[in-house]
């Protein structure tokens, strides 16, 4: 009787969203479903943290470099906030067998404002490197009209209790260095129009080495 009724919960969980597990199974699978809400909306976290971390780092460079003074700083980040990712059309690859991973793919569009992409057009000029469209060719990313998009490759584990998601997105980092380039070019338009911030004339080209990072909910 108990085992009916712990069946009927999970079910009523599945069907109206009830908090017992993240990546619902009438089954008894251990595997996470690639579609899961509570994964998607963790991918997109990642990916939001992905792009803040990587501005950190260059922001940290210019500071350190006396190059930001009396610079609102805070506004770097928030120009990050404008990036709005869309995730369309998942799909399983594959599921491990003697593991509780699933790997999975999903379509990734992420989209820059227009006025970004013309402010750091216009500084990434005066610096004799790549238009954003141009940098986006070498990285291998498909952009149009303002929107990269690439096949986002990532690996779903539940933890051993089944209170957490753990989500390893492999192949960002091409999008993570155009999008970062991009928001950093805009952002300093404003001391490189004043002076403050000059350069050498040597062109400066995109990163080509990148590492995976794992992130949980």
Do not use: W
């Not at 006396?66 to 869309?86: G, R, Y």
């Not at 469209?133 to 498909?142: I, R």
């Amino acid at each position: 009787i108990l085992e009916f009724f712990m069946k009927k919960l999970i079910l009523l969980s599945c069907l109206f969203g009830l908090p017992i597990l993240h990546g619902c199974s009438l089954t008894g699978q251990k595997h996470l479903k690639c579609d899961d809400p509570n994964a998607i909306a963790l991918l997109q976290k990642n990916l939001q943290e992905q792009l803040e971390k990587k501005l950190d780092i260059g922001l940290k460079d210019l500071i350190k470099k006396n190059l930001l003074e009396d610079v609102d700083t805070s506004k770097l980040q928030l120009s990050a906030k404008s990036i709005q990712f869309n995730l369309m059309d998942s799909r399983t690859n594959h599921i491990d067998p003697d593991s509780p991973k699933t790997v999975c793919a999903i379509d990734l569009t992420a989209t820059i404002p227009s006025d970004i992409i013309k402010k750091s057009d216009s500084v990434r000029n005066i610096a004799n490197t790549s238009n954003t469209e141009d940098q986006a060719q070498k990285l291998e990313l498909d952009f149009t009209q303002s929107k990269a998009k690439i096949t986002l490759d990532y690996i779903l584990q539940p933890s051993d209790k089944g209170d957490k998601i753990f989500a390893t997105i492999t192949n960002s980092d091409k999008l993570t260095t155009l999008l970062s380039d991009t928001l950093f070019y805009a952002f300093i338009k404003p001391q490189v129009d004043s002076g403050k911030i000059g350069f050498n004339g040597q062109q400066r080209e995109p990163d080509t080495q990148y590492s995976n990072e794992e992130y949980y909910e």
